[in-house]
Structure formats: C-alpha cells, structure tokens
C-alpha cells in the first residue's frame, strides 16, 4: 500500500495525530519501566532461600534476668524437643532468614588486611544446624562434634578464640576465591587466627536484604553452641502437614522444662508465615503495577478509538469517493490500520527513549538496575497489538460506508 496519501493525511491534521503519538508514547515508557519493576519484585519474592520453607517452624524465646544456666537449659530444652513425634531435626540459633535482623561482619584473607574481601552474615548453630534448615552440602563435610564452640567460652573476657572451622555459600565462595575451590583454603573473621573452610553450600539466604541483590547469599556458618539468651531462635524441622503440631507441642515442652523464659508469640510460627509477612509490601507493588499497566491501557486503547472514530466521522466523504472509485473494503480497512501503524511506531520510538529516561531517573533516586533492552520490544508489541485492536471498530466502520453516501455528500 502506498503510504504517501496516509502520510498527507495526517500532516493535515497534526493534532489530532500528535495526541495519539504523545498518548502511545507516554503509555510506552510508563509500561516498560512498570513491567521492569514487576520482573525484579517477583524475582525477590521466588529467590530460592535454600532452607526447607515448608518444613521449619520458629520458636522465638527470651529470658527474665539473668540465668547462669542457660547453656545447660538449652541443652535440655533441645534434647527434650528432638525427641517429640514429628519432629527431624532442631537447633539453637542467632537469626533466621525472612526477619528482617542479621549478624554480620568482615571476612578476610590475610591477618593484616586493611579492607575487608567481604562482609558476610554469621549464622551460629551445632552440628544441626544442616539437616534442620537444609540447605545441601556439594562440597566438603557438615561441623564434627569435637568442633563445636560453646557461647560462653569464646565470650568470656579475655578469650581470643577463632572458630575451628568454617562452612561458606558458594556465593560467598565465589567471591572469597574467584575461580577456585575453597575447600581447605584459610579465612581470618573478625581475627588474626586463621579459619578453614570445611563445607560449601549451595544456597542459604541473608535474614534481611544488607547489601543488596548481589550479596544476597553472602552467607556463613560457625560451630557455635548458643545458650537460649543468645541463641533466641528455636528451630524445628518436621513434615509440612504436621507444623502446626510440633509448634504447639515445642511450645508445651519449653514451659514445662523452666519457668524464666518468655516464649515470644507474635515471632512465632512456620517459616512459610515468616516469608509471606517478608514479601507482603512486594506482593503489593507487584499487583499495583499490573493494575496501573492495565488501567493505562485501557485508557490509551480508548483515546485511540475516540480519535479514530472522530476521524472516520470527518473523512466519510474522502471514504465514499474512494469507494466510489473502486477502493474495497479490505483496502479502506488495511488503510486505517497503517494509519495507526505508523502513529503507533512513531509514538513507541519516542517512548523507548522517554523509558530510558525515567529509568535514569530512578537509579539515581532509588538505586534501580538499568532498565534491561528487552523490555522495549514487549512494550512495542504490546502497543502496537493494542492499536490494531483499537482502531479495527472504527476501521470496519468505515470500511462499510457505501459508495452512494459519496455521492450523496460531494
């Protein structure tokens, strides 16, 4: 088809093709950088913690003044909580992924080393700690018995222990020892004594999102025996139908076994309930920008049927005269839709650079990645889709004035 009389067309009438543009090009930068933000929160929400979601419950406790026995309540309290129906396994510990609060610190290479190679959290646990959060061992071994550090030693004044061992991410083994294992190798934490890497792990996420994405899995692990003061965190491993069980028993057992702790009921529940609360403000952001990606859609579908239409209304007589010269329906039809083809294409080309834009914008103002080049060509086809769409009422419409209303009219 020969675009030129289209092209003559719309020059004669600037305006109303120039609010088409504006509205496509608009509709294409919001939807771009909408989808963009869409795709990274879901990304965050299905990110693979590396622990048994399903199969752990928390059991947050807290003490009332002091107690000079905690390392050996606790130890009781575990002994006395392994052994309940249901449960696999269960360990004392510092934090817990999806709570928003983490122990952290450097990590380095070398005892005399000014800048730290990296800052990774520090989960604290025994020997089961693995087989009760789960995540899987693909190198090296899980902490032997003779390993494991109590609190109150390396607590005491005047201790300088370094832990005898240690098990890493991979994430963190990565970055640790780019390009080699590091099984065996030697990391200094917090210390001028050396500690080897025992373990690597696949997965294990951070509690809270301290140093971003790319530090996500920054994650260790250390042969620590925490008392209940310390070690807060009360986690057990059982099968996913029976959480609500074991927790209500777990909870029975510890009041049973010493009245001066205080089980903190609000924290505590299954880890799926952890993650839900975690993700909720994402979840809703996720489902606020399909609802403005929709609405705006809509909108623009319907400014793009109001203006055809008026359009079709004001050019009846161009319609008639070149049905009356022998246009076909299919041709008057195939004319509106390239007509709106090439306001479309022009409107997406203006919008991909007005989407890279705001993109700018919002990494300067709110530390967003940059905006992924294959966002562009889903909102210039979802564009363009909808425009075929929206015009084909008013294309058909016009398509359907017969040749006497033309002579008629002129």
Known sequence: MDIRPILSTLLRH????ALIVVEIALSCAIICNALFLIGNRVDRISLHSGI?????VRIQITGIGEDENAAALTRADMTALRALPGVKAAVATNQVPFSNSSWNTSVNLQPDQQRPTAGLTMYMGDEHFLPTFGPTLVEGR???????????VIDAPGADLAPPAVIITRKAAEKLFPGGSALGK??????DKPTPVIGVIDHLIRPSDQGGPAEKEFSMILPIRLPYTVGSNIMLRTTPERRAEVLAAAKEVLKANGP???????NTKTVAE????????????????????IALLVVTALGIVGLASFWVQQRTKQIGVRRALGATRGQILR???VENFLLATVGIV????????INQLLMGRYELPRLPLAYLPIGALALWFLGQVAVYGPARRAAMVPPAVATRSV
């Open 350 to 357: 203006i919008g991909m650079v007005m989407a890279y834009a």
């Open 186 to 191: 030697q990391v200094y934490i917090s210390r």
């Open 260 to 266: 001066n702790r205080i089980i903190l009921e609000d």
């Open 335 to 337: 004319y509106f839709q």
């Open 274 to 293: 952890l993650r839900q609360e975690y993700y909720q403000a994402d979840r809703a952001m996720v489902w606020l920008l399909v609802a403005v990606c």
């Open 52 to 56: 048994a979601d399903n199969e752990l």
């Open 142 to 152: 899980n902490f032997n018995a003779d390993e494991i550090q109590e609190w109150d």
């Open 14 to 17: 600037k305006t109303a093709a």
